[in-house]
Structures are given as C-alpha cells and as structure tokens.
C-alpha cells in the first residue's frame, strides 16, 4: 500500500462519526455526532447558537481537544473555534511518525486554551473571513467566544435547573450505577450518574457525572427541528463530551447533583413551603390528645 493510498484512509477515518451520548425517551442510547460544519448547515434563515465541546481521548483520528462555538445572525454564520487542529498538519505529524509504533501518541497539537486560533465567517455561503492565527482570532474574537459561550451555557443550564423546579411534571429520569473497581480496591463505593430530561418544546437534556466525583463533565441539549449539518449531527444546540475546563466546570459542573440531591432553589422552595415555626403547632395538631395527662408530662421534659 502507497503512502496516499494511506493517507488517503486514514482521510476517510477521520470522518468517520464519532460516538455520543443522548436519549431517545426513556431509552439510553449511543448515537454518532459529527463535529460542527458551517459548509453542511440545513438552514440560515434564523438567528441560532449552538456550541460542542470534546475533550475525550475517543480515537488517533478524531481531536481530542476542542470547542466550536456557532452563531448565526442576520443569515451570516459565525464559526469560532478553540483548540482547532489543520488536519494537514496532523496527516503530517501522523506521517513523520513513519514507523507508527506509537498509536497513543496526541497528533493533535492545539488544545483548548481560552485562545481561540480559528474563524470562518460566512455570508450565506460566501467566505468572508477564514482565519487561522490565533493571534488574530483571540484577538478580535476571543471576547465575543467567551462572553456568548458562557451567556448561551448558563441559559442552557438555567432552563434545565427550570425543569427541576418542576420536576414533578417533567419527565426527569435519573440512573446511578456503581463504578466497578478492582478487589482490592477498599476505599467507597463511587457512582456514575446520568439525567435525561425533557424541556419545553421537546428539548432534550443530558448531563453525567461518569467518574463519581460529583462534577458534571458532559452535558448535551437537542432539539428535532430539522437544523443540523449532516447525516447524524447529534445534538444541535449544546454538546459537551467529557470537558476538562474548570470555567465551563463552574457553568455546567452541579449538573448532575442538582439533579440527583435537587438544587439549592428546589431546597429553597421546599423550606419557604414548610417553615420550621410551623412544624410545633403540626405536632400538637396531629398528636391532639384529650388526656390531660399527656400536657403535664410534655410540659416536665
Ligand atoms: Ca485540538
Ligand atoms: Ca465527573
């Protein structure tokens, strides 16, 4: 086999879908997702945002470290991208390898950094800036990347810690499994944790604390309305695999354990119904007796 016969599989490889994780009702189930692709977009004709993220060590092929912020405005389409890797450059690294005795080796350079290094913005589907210095982009982007990112993540969080509130109402479905662990292993138990919901407008949430430390690290939010950018997009408003960012960890991170212990407005809410100065006169209420012995006695403790 030729060396472009090579490259050229190890092309097809990288296109290959990558695996996720969503819901389909109450069923747990793993479906592809494709990265972000402004080329594919079904549609322009609203104002959208949508924004994925993956960190996970999933395949040599696929990047490991990345984050892909879309907005649509006014029928342009903004694609802003942190850790961005040329696939030329990584076909190259690949190469240079020439003995591939190393297949856990990282060819993928550029991680996620808050420095964003890549921009495409286009007008419909005319180009009018591509761009991949991060100098430039981090400069004249990098503002707007993180301001709408975590402006668009708290809504997204907001909106599912709404539908806790609720929860009596919604569709809300929690699994916790124990993490198997060597025998030898005596320190406790740890379980991994998902949450699937189902918001307003059929929106669908999942969240999952996978390793049991109690912070969230991916979190998705889909909608079936037809936008999407190909065959099997996967979660078109937020998709977040197995973050590492301690920033978006402060956004999404109480995900899981809002879910699962409810969250401090639950809490809040449930203490408002119930005060505490209310709970004596409950127990002499329910405990009414006409034995006047028992008020002479209550009153000796
Ligand atoms: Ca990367
Ligand atoms: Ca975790």
């Given at each position: 086999m030729t060396k472009s016969t090579i490259k050229k599989i190890y092309k097809a490889l990288g296109l290959i879908f990558i695996t996720g994780l969503i819901f389909d009702g109450a069923v747990s189930q793993e479906v592809p997702f494709q990265f972000l692709n402004t080329e594919r977009l079904?549609?322009?004709?609203e104002n959208r945002v949508a924004y994925q993220h993956f960190e996970k060590e999933?395949?040599?092929?696929?990047?490991n470290s990345i984050s892909m912020l879309l907005i649509i405005k006014d029928s342009k389409v903004y694609l802003i991208i942190d850790g961005y890797d040329d696939p030329d450059v990584v076909d190259e690294l690949r190469f240079a390898d020439a003995e591939m005795t190393t297949l856990e080796a990282d060819f993928w350079p550029n991680k996620i950094s808050g420095s964003p290094n890549y921009i495409r913005m286009a007008e419909r589907r005319q180009e009018l800036i591509h761009s991949t210095s991060q100098e430039f982009v981090t400069k004249n982007y990098g503002d707007l990347f993180t301001t709408m990112r975590d402006a668009f993540l708290k809504k997204q969080v907001a909106m599912f810690k709404a539908l806790l509130i609720s929860r009596k109402e919604n569709n809300i479905l929690i699994e916790r499994t124990p993490i198997p662990r060597k025998i030898s292993d005596s320190s406790p138990v740890k379980y991994k944790i998902t949450v699937k919901a189902k918001g307003l407008e059929n929106v669908l949430y999942y969240a999952e604390?996978?390793?049991?430390?109690?912070?969230?690290?991916t979190f998705t939010a889909s909608i079936a309305d037809g936008f999407d950018w190909g065959y099997r997009t996967g979660p078109n408003i937020v998709n977040i695999q197995s973050n590492k960012q301690e920033n978006i960890a402060n956004i999404i991170g109480k995900i899981v354990s809002d879910a699962y212990n409810g969250s401090a407005e639950e809490q809040e809410i449930i203490r408002k119904s119930f005060p505490p100065e209310k709970v004596k006169d409950m127990i002499d209420d329910v405990y009414r007796s006409i034995d006047p012995n028992v008020k002479r006695l209550e009153g000796q403790n």
């Amino acid at each position: 086999m030729t060396k472009s016969t090579i490259k050229k599989i190890y092309k097809a490889l990288g296109l290959i879908f990558i695996t996720g994780l969503i819901f389909d009702g109450a069923v747990s189930q793993e479906v592809p997702f494709q990265f972000l692709n402004t080329e594919r977009l079904s549609r322009y004709s609203e104002n959208r945002v949508a924004y994925q993220h993956f960190e996970k060590e999933y395949s040599p092929f696929i990047d490991n470290s990345i984050s892909m912020l879309l907005i649509i405005k006014d029928s342009k389409v903004y694609l802003i991208i942190d850790g961005y890797d040329d696939p030329d450059v990584v076909d190259e690294l690949r190469f240079a390898d020439a003995e591939m005795t190393t297949l856990e080796a990282d060819f993928w350079p550029n991680k996620i950094s808050g420095s964003p290094n890549y921009i495409r913005m286009a007008e419909r589907r005319q180009e009018l800036i591509h761009s991949t210095s991060q100098e430039f982009v981090t400069k004249n982007y990098g503002d707007l990347f993180t301001t709408m990112r975590d402006a668009f993540l708290k809504k997204q969080v907001a909106m599912f810690k709404a539908l806790l509130i609720s929860r009596k109402e919604n569709n809300i479905l929690i699994e916790r499994t124990p993490i198997p662990r060597k025998i030898s292993d005596s320190s406790p138990v740890k379980y991994k944790i998902t949450v699937k919901a189902k918001g307003l407008e059929n929106v669908l949430y999942y969240a999952e604390d996978a390793d049991g430390d109690g912070i969230t690290e991916t979190f998705t939010a889909s909608i079936a309305d037809g936008f999407d950018w190909g065959y099997r997009t996967g979660p078109n408003i937020v998709n977040i695999q197995s973050n590492k960012q301690e920033n978006i960890a402060n956004i999404i991170g109480k995900i899981v354990s809002d879910a699962y212990n409810g969250s401090a407005e639950e809490q809040e809410i449930i203490r408002k119904s119930f005060p505490p100065e209310k709970v004596k006169d409950m127990i002499d209420d329910v405990y009414r007796s006409i034995d006047p012995n028992v008020k002479r006695l209550e009153g000796q403790n």
